[in-house]
């Protein structure tokens, strides 16, 4: 183990079997990190698919371990290879393990799932136990609603992982907002090693050729579902009032990577007959699309909404309510605090109602109105912290 911050190790697991949450928010912290210390190497290990078309800064690599895709059932399936998903999985712990071993992390930093998809990683937590590397557990500031949570954690067994596997927890937000393991059963043990850190801020990344990034000609309202696959309602019912209504403000809608191809295809053709809407697939830099923007409508993901609160962005959240009510809970907790307006996707979605809220979030106040202290102070938090780990 190199026990100096200049010559140091990090290494990422993210599962990431669909959408971009897991992914970009790895990568925010790996790209903090190496900002804050010169000598340390990140290398981040994904089943995501489209890691290949992310922008990483120098001493970021990553390896892309065959990918599964959950199916509408819950069951999960093999995304590129013909072979038996029990294989693919065995190949997938294999990779992480030897990896693993071969990299010799000061610092393993798992994101979200305890054990990994289908306990992928326990292993390679067990290979740690013995060693000067300490495993870190990252998780979001809302991870489901509590009974909900509860019942999924005793079906994989998760709390023996936190109380003997895990050296730490870090929580990706702030306590006075939300607590993710409220309501579960947690021993002592783990509450002593849980570290709130506050939100991940987000900065529009420089050394970018803005000239390449197609903008909007005029100031427009953003609209994004995150990953996409989980957003064909809400894109609808936002085009819906712009079909609607002429006077809008104008709209660029980005639909996202995973969005199914039909219904794609089909909003992409509605936003041509248009005139105040631009629609595209996919952009990798949301951040200056968002910077831009005066305002934004989006379904209210972690990382939309630490960007949201970054760039200071009045916000309209239409969360989802399945198969989590993560961004649910978290869309009425910012509500509660006068950060954001919502609607919920699971009404009646009127064209009419989607019209006034538009032009009531044009009016809105931004989340700096709203002072709440410590609240994007996460990337500071842990990379303090990373640096005394490494440095004990």
């Known amino acids: 183990m190199r026990s100096k911050l200049n010559n140091s190790r990090l290494l990422i697991y993210s599962h990431d079997s669909f959408g971009l949450g897991h992914l970009r928010r790895c990568r925010t912290i790996a790209h903090e990190l190496v900002d804050r210390y010169k000598g ?10 489209i890691i290949g078309r992310f922008d990483f800064k120098a001493r970021v690599d990553f390896i892309r371990i065959p990918g599964v895709i959950k199916l509408h059932n819950g069951q999960y399936t093999s995304l590129g290879l013909l072979i038996d998903l029990a294989d693919t999985l065995a190949l997938r712990e294999a990779i992480i393990l030897n990896t693993s071993k071969v990299f010799q992390p000061d610092i393993f930093l798992v994101d979200k799932e305890p054990g990994g998809l289908k306990d992928e990683v326990i292993s390679t937590l067990a290979h740690f136990k013995d060693t000067d590397t300490k495993c870190i557990l990252g998780l979001r500031d809302v991870m489901d609603s509590p009974e ?3 019942k999924e954690w005793q079906k994989k067994n998760v709390m023996p992982l936190l109380e003997g596997l895990y050296d730490e927890l870090w929580v990706y937000g702030p306590a006075e907002v939300s607590d993710p393991l409220q309501g579960l059963d947690i021993k002592q043990i783990v509450k002593d090693k849980t570290l709130f850190t506050g939100y991940l801020p987000r900065q529009v990344p420089q050394q970018v050729d803005t000239d390449s990034i197609h903008f909007p000609d005029k100031p427009y309202i953003l609209v994004t579902p995150g990953g996409g696959g989980d957003g064909i309602e809400m894109i609808d019912w936002v085009l819906r009032a712009y079909e609607t209504c002429s006077t809008l403000m104008p709209a660029l809608f980005v639909l996202g990577p995973f969005m199914p191809t039909t219904e794609r295809n089909e909003f992409l053709h509605r936003a041509e007959l248009l005139p105040h ?7 990798n830099h949301l951040e200056h699309l968002m910077f831009e923007a005066e305002a934004v409508i989006a379904m209210g993901g ?3 909404f630490c ?14 309510t399945k198969p989590r009510e993560e961004q649910l809970i978290r869309a009425r907790n910012a509500a509660k605090v006068g950060l954001l307006s919502m609607l919920d996707l699971d009404s009646e979605r009127c064209a009419e109602t989607m019209v006034d809220s538009i ?8 989340p700096s109105k709203h002072k709440l202290d ?19």
């Open 302 to 304: 972690y990382n939309t």
């Open 148 to 150: 909900l949570l509860k």
């Open 374 to 392: 410590n609240l994007l102070n996460g990337l500071d938090s842990i990379a303090d912290r990373f640096g005394e780990l490494v440095s004990k």
């Open 307 to 320: 960007e949201i609160l970054s760039f200071d962005k009045p916000a309209l959240i239409l969360p989802r």
């Open 277 to 283: 809407v631009e629609a595209i697939t996919f952009s």
């Open 359 to 366: 032009h009531k979030l044009l009016l809105q106040d931004k």
């Open 40 to 49: 340390l190497s990140v290398l981040i290990i994904t089943g995501s698919p």
